[in-house]
T-cell receptor
């Protein structure tokens, strides 16, 4: 079983739609959680960290469910520029910066 | 501020050739990492460094060597390239946070390597 699992998609949604991605992780000792965004043939960039209480950044909301070992990302009012691959990332320990990446969920927003 | 840069951007090698990928960062970060990204797989950590003069193995270290002689540079070497090493290689850097928490990793633009 992969340590971090994501639905690869693609999710094809119209502009203005709301779309949600889930990600599950296998190690219950996982401590830190992130969503990274990766545009085609570009490097990953941090989109947002995910906190136990949930957090919001503009149109983006991230939530963590430790009991079920999954994290989610909600994008409201999708824009064409949101088209990208969204990577779910976890770390196992507070004392390491080693990130474990999911394979990513591809989002395509169409006009 | 260039952030994280990688050299070269593209390279084609023949099986058995050697090469070195260079990563440089100007953010004074302590930690640096080398990843590879293959289709259908997440980024996988090859080697990493928590400071000048130190290196450690990641998830997929075989066939690669690294050196961190200067804080701002992290070199990835392939001594005898194999077709299985065809991949996109990303370098990243970060700084440790108080309390051992994990900070954002900043990635370079990647090196596309093909081994024939």
């Amino acid at each position: 079983r992969k340590e971090v699992e994501q639905d690869p998609g693609p999710f094809n949604v119209p502009e203005g739609a709301t779309v949600a991605f889930n990600c599950t992780y296998s190690n219950s000792a996982s401590q830190s959680f992130f969503w990274y965004r990766q545009d085609c043939r570009k490097e990953p960039k941090l989109l947002m960290s995910v906190y136990s209480s949930g957090n919001e950044d503009g149109r983006f909301t991230a939530q963590l469910n430790r009991a079920s070992q999954y994290i989610s990302l909600l994008i409201r009012d999708s824009k064409l520029s949101d088209s990208a691959t969204y990577l779910c990332v976890v770390t196992v320990s507070y004392n390491t910066d080693k990130l474990i990446f999911g394979t990513g969920t591809r989002l395509q927003v169409f006009p | 501020n260039a952030g994280v840069t990688q050299t070269p951007k593209f390279r084609v090698l023949k099986t058995g050739q050697s090469m070195t990928l260079l990563c440089a960062q100007d953010m004074n970060h302590e930690y640096m990492y080398w990843y590879r990204q293959d289709p259908g797989m997440g980024l996988r950590l090859i080697h990493y460094s928590v400071g000048e003069g130190t290196t450690a193995k990641g998830e997929v270290p075989d066939g690669y060597n690294v050196s961190r002689l200067k804080k701002q540079n992290f070199l990835l070497g392939l001594e005898s390239a194999a077709p299985s090493q065809t991949s996109v290689y990303f370098c990243a850097s970060s700084s440790p946070l108080a309390g051992g928490r994990t900070d954002t990793q900043y990635f370079g633009p990647g090196t596309r390597l093909t081994v024939l």
